[in-house]
């Protein structure tokens, strides 16, 4: 059984930076892709970036593009999300995903596993 265990996030004022981790726990793990997504109350869950997991190859939401970067280190099975210059339309509970096929990956329905979720909270 596959566990996404994150950590990071909190309180962070317009401007600053954030790092978040996500650790993957499971026998044998090997993803497609794992990914962050985040969601406000009231809305649907929204794609930030992914990496693949066999050649690390990032993508990053247009949103987010030139402040948030994704990365991962395949040997420990941790992606992180590091993200810069933060705008209060940031605020959102961030979550981690592990995609275990390729071809949906930048939708929530294409992960097969999630994290606990962390809170990232941006004031102006």
């Known amino acids: 059984q596959v566990q996404l265990v994150q950590s990071g996030g909190g309180l962070v004022r317009t401007g600053g930076s954030l790092r978040l981790s996500c650790e993957a726990s499971g026998r044998d793990f090997n993803p497609f892709a794992m990914g962050w997504f985040r969601q406000v109350p009231g809305k649907e869950r929204e794609y930030v970036a992914v990496i693949t997991w066999s050649l690390g190859l990032p993508f990053v939401a247009d949103s987010v593009k030139g402040r948030f970067a994704v990365a991962r280190e395949k040997g420990k099975n941790i992606i992180y999300l590091d993200m810069n210059n933060l705008k209060p339309e940031d605020t959102a509970v961030y979550y981690c995903?592990?995609?275990?096929?390729?071809?949906?990956?930048?939708?929530?329905?294409?992960?097969?596993?999630w994290g606990q979720g962390s809170q990232v909270t941006v004031s102006s």
């Open positions: 995903g592990a995609a275990l096929r390729p071809g949906r990956t930048t939708i929530p329905d294409g992960h097969d596993y």
